[in-house]
């Protein structure tokens, strides 16, 4: 790798964002940043110390809480008010109820305005793959690669239904796949920072395609734009 790259992968919940991103960084030893997790942590947050979702005071508080200690080894961990919201054991911030409340957060101004320098600053330097919903369009508009993944509804709520069991929650698959329905929405027609491919984004749709295929692909494509970029 000739330059050490801001890589984004947006898309919506269930595409494999999250899971191709980590294997992703794990595979060219660069930081992963899932802002996901982010409004996750203070949807959790908001929701433990009941916070309303239009008391935007109290929801900037909360972000100014959060401290994200990057490492380059694929892992990622969430402090908020020292408490680690981001381990494989803490399940808080991967619940459906959850999911719904940091869609409905990440779409708040204060929320967003707190978070951005946090996130900017993680990968002003580079070497970073980020992922979540607006990391191309706005988040990082000059990202050296931009990957925008989508698979059809069905097989979003069948993965998003095998993880939710997996961390032992209890999960109704057409409720799940109601629950993204209402989420793609949400995402796609709110007026801050809509869910959509940036303009020179590579779009892969997952459908049917297995994880190390979707991590080959973004890496044939990664490979070349390091090459590129350092040559000129």
Known sequence: MEK???????????????????????????MYLDTGLLYRAIAYKAMQRGISIADDEALRELCDGIN??????GDM??????????GPDFIG?????????????????AVRDALLPLQRSAGEHGGIVTEGR??????????????FLDADVDERARRRYEQLVENGGNANLDEVKRGLETRDYR??????????????SVIIDTTGIDIEEVVRMM???????AKGVGAG
């Not at 890496?219 to 734009?225: D, H, L, S, T």
Request: no cysteine.
């Open 68 to 73: 994200i200690p990057l490492e380059a080894d």
């Open 77 to 86: 961990r969430v402090l908020v008010d020292g408490e680690d919201v981001s």
């Open 134 to 147: 607006d990391m191309g369009t706005v988040v990082f508009p000059n990202a050296d690669v931009k990957f």
């Open 187 to 200: 995402d796609t027609r709110r007026a801050v920072a809509p869910l959509k491919p940036a303009d020179d």
């Open 219 to 225: 890496m044939v494509i990664v490979k070349e734009r």
């Open 93 to 109: 911030t991967r619940t459906e109820e959850i999911g719904m409340l940091a869609s409905s957060i990440s779409a708040v101004s």
């Open 4 to 30: 050490r790259l801001t890589i984004t992968v947006d898309g919506p919940a269930g595409s494999g964002k999250s899971t191709v991103s980590r294997i992703l960084a794990e595979r060219i030893s660069y």
